[in-house]
C-alpha cells in the first residue's frame, strides 16, 4: 500500500481551508434559517402582531441597556414610509417604531426584509457583516427608498448624510431581536391602518413617556386593549421593551385561547461587535456595580428593598431553547402550532 505524505505547510493550508469552508456553510445555514423565518412568519394564513425586543448595542447601549422596541405586523405594509397599506402576496409585512429626530416624525414604517438587513431581496443578504458592509448597504438602500426622510448630502457614494436613520434599516447587523407573536384580524389590522394613516404623524418623542416601548404598548393595546402595561415599581413608571414582552406574555398566559408563539432572528454573523442583554430600569441597576455599589455603601436597606422587589415582580426569562432555531410556527401546521405555542407560554416566564 503506498501512502501519501502532505507536506506541513500544505497540510495547513488544507486545514484552513476546511475551516474557511466550514464557516462558510455555517454561516449560510443560519441565513437559509433565517429565510425561512422569514417565509414562515409571512405565509401564515392569519393576521399576526409580533413585538419585538431589541438588545442594546454601543456606547448607548452601555448606559442604557433597555434597547430597542418595535412591532411587526404580518399582513400590513408600507407604501411609504408614512403611510401603510394590507399587503400583497409575496409581501413579507412591515415593522413600526417611534424614533427620536428623524425627519420630525413620530413613528416610521419600514418593510421586514429592509428593517433587518438593508436589503429588497431575499438573495442579497449577506452570510457575514463587517462595519463597512453595513455602511454600505444602510445608503444605497437609503438612496433608493428614504431620499425623503434622510436626502442626500451630494451625488457621491461616500457622502452618507448625518443623523439617526441609520437605525430605520439593518437592525439585524447590530443586535439580536426576540419576537413575542400574537394572532390578530384582518379588520383590526384595517383600523390601525386608518387611524395611522389619518393621524398627524409628528414627533412627540420624550425618553421617559413617548418613547419606543410605549408607541408598542399603544399598538399592541389597540389589538388587546390593557393588554400591555407600565410597571411603576420595577421600571420606576418607565415603558421599557422587558415590561412590554412581560406583558404581552402574561396577557397570553391568562388567555390560552390566543395564538402566542415566540421567535428569535440572530445578530448577523461578523466584525461588528455582539449586543448585549436587555434590562429593565431596576434590573439594570441590580447588576450594575458602577451603580449598585456606590449605592449599597450610602444605604443598604434600598439596595435590600430593591433586590426584593426584582425577585417578587421584575424577573422574566427569555425561552431556554436554542434562540436560533425557536422559530414561529407555521399556521398550516396545526400539530406544531400547538407545540410551539405550548412552549413559548412555558419557556417565556416571570
Not at 500500500?1 to 445555514?29: G, Y
Not at 409575496?90 to 413613528?107: K, N
Not at 438587513?117 to 437609503?142: F, G, K, N
Not at 448577523?268 to 458602577?290: C, F, M, Q, Y
Request: hydrophobic share 40%; charged share 20%; proline share 7%.
Amino acid at each position: 500500500m503506498v501512502q501519501l505524505t502532505i507536506p506541513m505547510h500544505d497540510r495547513e493550508r488544507l486545514l484552513r481551508a476546511k475551516k474557511m469552508t466550514a464557516i462558510f456553510n455555517c454561516c449560510a445555514s443560519r441565513v437559509l434559517l433565517i429565510l425561512w423565518v422569514l417565509a414562515t412568519v409571512a405565509s401564515r394564513a392569519h393576521a399576526d402582531a409580533a413585538l419585538l425586543m431589541e438588545e442594546p448595542y454601543g456606547e448607548f447601549g452601555f448606559f442604557s441597556p433597555t434597547g430597542h422596541s418595535a412591532v411587526y405586523l404580518n399582513h400590513v405594509c408600507a407604501e411609504s414610509p408614512v403611510k401603510l397599506r394590507i399587503c400583497g402576496p409575496g409581501e413579507y409585512g412591515v415593522v413600526l417604531s417611534r424614533y427620536h429626530r428623524i425627519d420630525g416624525l413620530d413613528w416610521i414604517a419600514i418593510p421586514l426584509m429592509a428593517y433587518l438587513y438593508a436589503v429588497d431581496q431575499e438573495e442579497d443578504i449577506p452570510a457575514t457583516a463587517d462595519a463597512r458592509l453595513e455602511s454600505r448597504l444602510r445608503d444605497e438602500y437609503r438612496r433608493k427608498h428614504l431620499q425623503l426622510i434622510a436626502p442626500d448630502v451630494s451625488e457621491r457614494p461616500g457622502d452618507i448624510p448625518k443623523g439617526n436613520w441609520p437605525q430605520l434599516i439593518g437592525a439585524s447587523y447590530d443586535r439580536k431581536i426576540y419576537g413575542f407573536q400574537i394572532e390578530t384580524t384582518l379588520q383590526e389590522d384595517q383600523q390601525l391602518i386608518a387611524l395611522l394613516n389619518q393621524r398627524r404623524n409628528s414627533s412627540h418623542f420624550n425618553f421617559f413617556f413617548h418613547n419606543c416601548a410605549d408607541f408598542s404598548r399603544t399598538l399592541l393595546d389597540h389589538y388587546y386593549p390593557h393588554a400591555v402595561r407600565r410597571n411603576f415599581f420595577v421600571d420606576f413608571g418607565l415603558t421599557t421593551p422587558k415590561q412590554d414582552a412581560r406583558s404581552l406574555t402574561k396577557y397570553a398566559k391568562r388567555h390560552r385561547d390566543l395564538t402566542f408563539s415566540t421567535f428569535v432572528i440572530p445578530q448577523v454573523s461578523g466584525t461588528i461587535p455582539r449586543s448585549k442583554p436587555t434590562d429593565g430600569v431596576l434590573e439594570s441597576l441590580i447588576k450594575s456595580k458602577k451603580y449598585v455599589v456606590p449605592l449599597a455603601l450610602l444605604s443598604p436597606e434600598v439596595v435590600a428593598g430593591m433586590v426584593t422587589v426584582y425577585m417578587i415582580d421584575g424577573r422574566f426569562h427569555i425561552p431556554p431553547a436554542d434562540p436560533e432555531l425557536t422559530l414561529p410556527p407555521a399556521a398550516e401546521n396545526t400539530a406544531i402550532a400547538a407545540d410551539s405555542a405550548g412552549s413559548a407560554l412555558s419557556g417565556a416566564s416571570e
